[in-house]
């Protein structure tokens, strides 16, 4: 069965970090495309990044140049790096796997809230 | 960036009703259009892909159709269940964007 679990949100000031997992099971992080989608409460939702089977990268403009996406393959987790944080960061965020046909997001975790906040 | 538009932004419909959903992109994306559905607190889910093709698992009353700028989802007959809010999403090219949303609602 198929799972993607996000941990490492919370509460962070203005400027700060914070680093996102996004731990999977079921499947092989390496040999898929894996995005990270995010919400602002009462909002809608927002692509932020992907990452290709390949390695290659891709962002947001809202986030390029602080945000970045990676892998651990023996650890088959996927992470967002998230540096000189926003309050408009502020939101729910989603780790996905696509596919590599459509790209369409078939697996969704079950969301991770930071806030940025002093 | 391709720009999503969705509309309705929000519909009241009973149960049993035809719904409609629009979605159009400003420029051509093919047939790489997907949908999802979300219900409130949780994540979203995958309905329709590839403009027409039904995600497995998805009940048949869900179809979706459209190519180039412009889709449509219909639900053929509301249930209960079917109260939430729905995204159009193409996929064409990054940035990948999500229209702004349809809330469907109990009438």
């Known amino acids: 069965e198929v799972q993607l679990v996000e941990s490492g949100g919370g509460l962070v000031q203005p400027g700060g970090s914070l680093r996102l997992s996004c731990a999977a099971s079921?499947?092989?992080?390496?040999?898929?495309?894996m995005s990270w989608v995010r919400q602002a409460p009462g909002k809608g939702l927002e692509w932020v990044s992907v990452?290709?089977?390949?390695?290659?990268?891709y962002y947001a403009d809202s986030v390029k140049g602080r945000f970045t996406i990676s892998r651990h393959n023996s650890k088959n987790t996927l992470y967002l790096q998230m540096n000189s944080l926003r309050a408009e960061d502020t939101a729910v965020y989603y780790c996905?796997?696509?596919?590599?046909?459509?790209?369409?997001?078939?697996?969704w975790g079950q969301g991770s809230l930071v806030t940025v906040s002093s | 960036d391709i720009q999503m538009t969705q509309s309705p932004s929000s519909l009241s419909a009973s149960v049993g009703e035809r719904v409609t959903i629009t979605c159009r992109a400003s420029?051509?994306?093919?047939?790489?259009l997907n949908w999802y559905q979300q219900k409130p607190g949780k994540a979203p889910n995958l309905l329709i892909y590839?403009?027409?093709s039904l995600q497995s698992g998805v009940p048949s009353r869900f179809s979706g159709s459209g190519s180039g700028t412009d889709f449509t989802l219909t639900i053929s007959s509301l249930q209960p269940e079917d109260f939430a809010t729905y995204y159009c999403?193409?996929?064409?090219?990054?940035?990948?964007?999500f229209g702004g949303g349809t809330k469907v609602e109990i009438k």
């Open positions: 996905t796997r696509d596919t590599s046909t459509w790209f369409q997001s078939d697996y």
């Open positions: 079921g499947f092989t992080v390496s040999n898929n495309y």
């Open positions: 990452i290709y089977s390949g390695g290659n990268t």
């Open positions: 420029q051509s994306i093919n047939i790489y």
């Open positions: 590839a403009a027409s």
């Open positions: 999403q193409q996929s064409y090219i990054t940035p990948l964007t």
